[in-house]
């Protein structure tokens, strides 16, 4: 294996994607990446370095496939990339929203490891240390064990906190507007409308700065980037709702006497802002709770996924490579036993493959030449 002195990426080195500049040879991944450094050799070659220890002064980029599409500059180690759930055409290194339809961007970290060793008492599993040693209690050896690290979704986390926080004052702010309208006699002896709205207000205005300022920002994107979408109109709504009720509460004289009440109040409609965002947010946890339950079931689903495939060369040789080195066009050979690598058609031999993972049929599938393959379904035999 070598180094693609273009993306840095390692590539075989019996690979025919190759050029000779200033007396080395140099390989690649690609043939974007070929053209790339036909066009400025002198930009990418080291010709005093070996290709192997030209990692280093490789201009960081994303493999490209051969459709000769512009490569991506990757962003700094550890750092983390925010893309949009959908179509993926906004990349950037913070984290925000798709400027047309508003939702939130979601996190590609960098490749971590998805299990950690931690060591444990057989005695006593409260005692749990990240390194070998003994246990305190008793003093026999802490013994390994393998552990799965959940990710945290930090847009749900942060959804979550807000909308309880909202329906924690709205709820309350919803019941004493009901109260005031229909209900006045029940309010207290001594407690005038003027104290009722003055309570909605103190009540409903940390629900629209705080618990609505996630729509606040994303209505405003939209409006800038001319792509209205659902938060402008809930921006707009609950800021209009909001923004009366207090020009109505502070101001009352501006309104016209057929607008006024007995004792000189104008209606307010704080509990309207309030409970709206309570619900928008209610959606947005059910939301961020569906895909995330949507990304885990379609990751179990590529684990499935074998990460090596049989490779047969033009002399009928075979050799195990890594799936990330399969190509369209490659010859592979799958035995009696083993998962499906990539999507293909079968090009020689028969046999049956189980398709449940597809179609949630338990019956085998029979396969012959010409039909189609799906990657990571499974080969019951020849």
Same mark, same amino acid.
């Given at each position: 294996?070598?180094?693609?002195? %273009?993306?840095?990426?390692?590539?075989?080195?019996?690979?025919?994607?190759?050029?000779?500049?200033?007396?080395?040879?140099?390989?690649?991944?690609?043939?974007?990446?070929?053209?790339?450094?036909?066009?400025?050799?002198?930009?990418?070659?080291?010709?005093?370095?070996?290709?192997?220890?030209?990692?280093?002064?490789?201009?960081?980029?994303?493999?490209?496939?051969?459709?000769?599409?512009?490569?991506?500059?990757?962003?700094?180690?550890?750092?983390?990339?925010?893309?949009?759930? =959908?179509?993926?055409?906004?990349?950037?290194?913070?984290?925000?929203?798709?400027?047309?339809?508003?939702?939130?961007?979601?996190?590609?970290?960098?490749?971590?490891?998805?299990?950690?060793?931690?060591?444990?008492?057989?005695?006593?599993?409260?005692?749990?240390?990240?390194?070998?040693?003994?246990?305190?209690?008793?003093? =026999?050896?802490?013994?390994?064990?393998?552990?799965?690290?959940?990710?945290?979704?930090?847009?749900?986390?942060?959804?979550?906190?807000?909308?309880?926080?909202?329906?924690?004052?709205?709820?309350?702010?919803?019941?004493?507007?009901?109260?005031?309208?229909?209900?006045?006699?029940?309010?207290?002896?001594?407690?005038? =409308?003027?104290?009722?709205?003055?309570?909605?207000?103190?009540?409903?205005?940390?629900?629209?700065?705080?618990?609505?300022?996630?729509?606040?920002?994303?209505?405003?994107?939209?409006?800038?980037?001319?792509?209205?979408?659902?938060?402008?109109?809930?921006?707009?709504?609950?800021? %209009?709702?909001?923004?009366?009720?207090?020009?109505?509460?502070?101001?009352?004289?501006?309104?016209?006497?057929?607008?006024?009440?007995?004792?000189?109040? %104008?209606?307010?409609?704080?509990?309207?802002?309030?409970?709206?965002?309570?619900?928008?947010?209610?959606?947005?946890?059910?939301?961020?709770?569906?895909?995330?339950?949507?990304?885990?079931?379609?990751?179990?689903?590529?684990?499935?996924?074998?990460?090596?495939?049989?490779?047969?060369?033009?002399?009928?040789?075979?050799?195990?490579?890594?799936?990330?080195?399969?190509?369209?066009?490659?010859?592979?050979?799958?035995?009696?036993?083993?998962?499906?690598?990539?999507?293909?058609?079968?090009?020689?031999?028969?046999?049956?493959?189980?398709?449940?993972?597809?179609?949630?049929?338990?019956?085998?599938?029979?396969?012959?030449?010409?039909?189609?393959?799906?990657?990571?379904?499974?080969?019951?035999?020849?």
């Amino acid at each position: 294996m070598v180094t693609d002195p %273009v993306c840095g990426m390692q590539v075989p080195a019996d690979t025919p994607r190759r050029s000779a500049y200033a007396g080395a040879d140099y390989r690649f991944c690609s043939r974007h990446c070929l053209e790339r450094f036909e066009a400025e050799p002198g930009r990418y070659a080291v010709p005093s370095a070996p290709q192997d220890a030209r990692s280093e002064t490789a201009v960081a980029g994303t493999c490209c496939p051969d459709q000769g599409g512009h490569a991506q500059e990757a962003p700094h180690a550890g750092a983390t990339t925010y893309t949009g759930p =959908m179509p993926p055409e906004v990349r950037q290194p913070r984290p925000g929203s798709r400027p047309k339809w508003g939702m939130a961007l979601e996190p590609e970290p960098a490749p971590q490891p998805e299990t950690r060793v931690e060591y444990t008492c057989p005695m006593h599993q409260e005692i749990v240390r990240d390194r070998p040693g003994n246990c305190p209690k008793c003093g =026999m050896a802490l013994e390994p064990r393998t552990v799965t690290m959940d990710g945290r979704n930090e847009e749900l986390f942060d959804m979550t906190r807000r909308f309880w926080v909202s329906a924690a004052l709205a709820l309350p702010l919803f019941v004493l507007a009901m109260v005031a309208d229909l209900a006045t006699d029940r309010l207290p002896a001594g407690v005038t =409308m003027g104290t009722v709205q003055w309570i909605q207000f103190a009540l409903a205005t940390p629900v629209v700065l705080w618990g609505s300022w996630p729509f606040f920002v994303r209505g405003w994107q939209s409006l800038m980037t001319r792509n209205l979408n659902m938060f402008t109109l809930i921006g707009l709504g609950v800021a %209009v709702a909001w923004g009366y009720s207090v020009v109505a509460l502070l101001l009352p004289g501006l309104f016209p006497p057929a607008m006024r009440m007995a004792d000189g109040t %104008v209606h307010v409609y704080f509990e309207a802002a309030a409970v709206i965002t309570a619900l928008v947010l209610l959606g947005q946890v059910l939301e961020l709770r569906a895909r995330g339950s949507t990304n885990a079931a379609v990751k179990l689903l590529l684990d499935m996924a074998p990460n090596t495939a049989r490779q047969v060369r033009d002399d009928g040789s075979e050799v195990e490579v890594d799936l990330s080195q399969v190509e369209p066009g490659d010859l592979l050979r799958v035995r009696p036993g083993e998962k499906v690598p990539v999507d293909g058609t079968v090009t020689q031999g028969n046999s049956t493959l189980d398709e449940s993972m597809i179609t949630g049929e338990p019956i085998p599938v029979e396969k012959s030449s010409g039909d189609r393959l799906i990657g990571a379904t499974g080969c019951h035999g020849a």
